[in-house]
């Protein structure tokens, strides 16, 4: 078994996994493979891929298994992956999580820790409502928590900020639902195998990195 460091960042939309992964990608020398952000920039290129997965989007349930899994096979592939990846976002069924274990094993990986990012329902809408996302880097800011230095410009890349489709009320509804639904039975399969870190993510952007950081320590 090859020693990498493959993480899974679990929780509900507007936990703060992508807030955390990239960072976190960075500092551990992996990449992050957000499944959002790879159909997002498969949307921007009108990619078969991207416009079938805007449906599923638009309407907050989940893009078909077969799909997302063949995208991240693909991405873990990639030589930047060798020593292991931030997978944000995915898996978010079971099915889907034994898939990743097959490809993992026969890649002879295996994940090092499941992290989940647990909040309030409360807040989780108001950090949607008011989260603004970079169209150039895909960076993520709010209006109030964690506002850019200049409104509407991204700091790192000085890109044009918006506001997610998905991000309308109803939307991220219908996606906490889902996530209710489909995704939170996978705490349960993964604990089974001890692989959860529980984090508290109601605090502060630095107080929840430090927590990170230590929950995936010595694993
Ligand atoms: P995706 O893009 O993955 O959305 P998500 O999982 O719903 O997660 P979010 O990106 O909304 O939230 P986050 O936890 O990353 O929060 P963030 O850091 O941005 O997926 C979109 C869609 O793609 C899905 O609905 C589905 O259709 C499809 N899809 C994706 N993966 C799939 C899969 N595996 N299978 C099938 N379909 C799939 O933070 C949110 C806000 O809070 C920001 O404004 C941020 O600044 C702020 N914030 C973050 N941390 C803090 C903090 N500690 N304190 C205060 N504010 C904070």
Same mark, same amino acid.
């Given at each position: 078994m ?22 976190? @990608? ?6 992050? *493979?957000?499944?959002? !952000?790879?159909?997002?920039?498969h $949307? ?7 416009l079938?997965?805007? #449906?599923?989007? !638009? ?5 078909p298994?077969?799909?997302?899994c063949q ?18 976002g ?10 990743? @274990? ?9 994940l090092? @820790?499941v ?7 409360? $807040? ?9 996302? /970079? ?5 993520v ?9 200049v #409104?509407?410009? /991204?700091d790192? /890349?000085?890109g ?5 489709d ?10 906490l ?5 489909a995704?939170?039975?996978l ?7 001890? $692989?959860i870190?529980?984090?508290?993510? !109601?605090?502060s952007?630095?107080? *929840?990195?430090?927590? $990170? #950081?230590?929950? *995936?320590?010595?694993?």
């Amino acid at each position: 078994m090859t020693q990498t460091l493959d993480v899974v960042f679990l929780g509900p939309p507007g936990a703060g996994k992508g807030t955390q992964a990239s960072g976190f @990608a960075e500092c551990h020398g992996v990449p992050h *493979v957000s499944t959002g !952000d790879l159909f997002r920039e498969h $949307l921007k290129n009108e990619t078969p891929v991207g416009l079938m997965a805007k #449906e599923f989007m !638009d309407r907050g349930g989940l893009v078909p298994d077969d799909v997302v899994c063949q995208m991240v096979r693909e991405r873990l592939e990639e030589s930047d992956a060798d020593r292991g990846a931030v997978l944000d976002g995915f898996p978010r069924t079971v099915p889907q999580a034994e898939v990743l @274990a097959g490809d993992l094993e026969r890649m002879e990986r295996a994940l090092r @820790a499941v992290v989940h990012f647990s909040i309030q329902d409360q $807040l989780l809408v108001e950090r949607l409502a008011g989260r603004l996302t /970079c169209r150039g880097c895909g960076a993520v800011f709010h209006r109030k928590s964690n506002p850019p230095r200049v #409104e509407g410009i /991204c700091d790192p /890349c000085g890109g044009d900020l918006y506001t997610r489709d998905d991000d309308g009320e109803e939307t991220v509804r219908s996606r906490l639902q889902t996530y209710r639904d489909a995704t939170a039975p996978l705490l349960g399969w993964y604990e089974k195998q001890g $692989l959860i870190c529980e984090i508290d993510a !109601d605090r502060s952007i630095d107080a *929840v990195r430090t927590a $990170l #950081e230590k929950a *995936v320590e010595g694993r």
